[in-house]
């Protein structure tokens, strides 16, 4: 896998200290953001080309991902701190920015779009658009299930891992990786340690989130974006809301959408030319429209 090496900086914000890979020092910004258990170098198949089209680009490593700083004793990772850490980033690399976030990164884009609208000139949400709805009625018993989480992982021993059981482990959770890309993530998303490997993502992440997902709370933030907005998905991902609750999100955020043939979860890293064909000329249209650059 070749493709320009990215420069490391750190940024810190909302009082943790953040990493981030930067390619390329002129244009408009695009700040790039991962999924859930992942890493700024999901990208590296597809910020090469933002950049060789005129954009900044910065990856960011989430708040207990990659090589940015994990929380301290005591504390979790609710997708307002996510929020939070953008809101403290964000003008450290501009005045306004565009946002490319896959999954659970697109879901805390649309969140803080909405939040600080002003602050996001285009928003180009992979497969994170949301949760289905939940029930009031689940609050109690997600509570509970999370207390148990956070008790096991309290006693559990560090898992280590070869670099070849951690591609093994992504190849069977995610088939349509290739045996390249699969050993790519893997390479970048563990460290050595005592002879072995270890995750780098922080393993409180592994626990099930005790706050339930209301769409009518979510709603209000979708109302209040105010930049064009893309959504892309694959095609054959195995991960998709129901055709009315993404046609409603869609139609509130007036949003475009992509299908990328040959795709499933992660079309930035299953189909990369095809994801950068259809993000380049949607980014250019949002920054002709007339929004500083930062």
Known sequence: MTHPEPRS??????????????????????????????????????????????????????????????????????????????????????????????????????????????????????????????????????????????????????????????????????PRFSAEVAQHMADWGTRQDQGARLWKFDPLHQTRSPQPYYVAQARAFWRRVTCPVLYVEGRETPLRLSAADLDERLRILHARRVTIAGAGHHPHLEQPHAFTRAVIPFLDEAHRQGIPDG
Do not use: C
């Not at 390619?23 to 590296?44: I, Q, T, Y």
């Not at 996510?82 to 690399?93: E, G, I, N, R, S």
């Not at 884009?109 to 009031?136: C, F, N």
């Open 9 to 174: 900086r750190y940024v810190v914000a909302n009082r943790l200290r953040h990493h981030l890979l930067e390619w390329s020092g002129n244009g408009p910004v695009v700040l790039l953001l991962h999924g859930f258990l992942e890493h700024a170098h999901v990208w590296d198949l597809v910020a090469p080309r933002l950049a060789a089209g005129g954009y900044r680009v910065y990856a960011l490593d989430w708040r207990g991902h990659g090589d940015s700083d994990w929380i301290g004793p005591g504390g979790y990772y609710h997708f307002a701190d996510y929020t939070a850490d953008l809101a403290f980033l964000v003008p450290q690399l501009a005045e306004r920015v565009a946002l490319v976030a896959h999954s659970m990164g697109g879901g805390v884009a649309v969140g803080y779009a909405g939040t600080e609208p002003g602050h996001v000139w285009a928003l180009v949400s992979v497969e994170g658009m949301g949760l289905p709805d939940s029930d009031p009625e689940s609050a109690p018993g997600r509570f509970a299930a999370w207390l148990g989480d956070l008790k096991r992982v309290a006693e559990r021993a560090p898992r280590r891992v070869t670099l070849a059981e951690a591609t093994r482990r992504l190849r069977e959770r995610f």
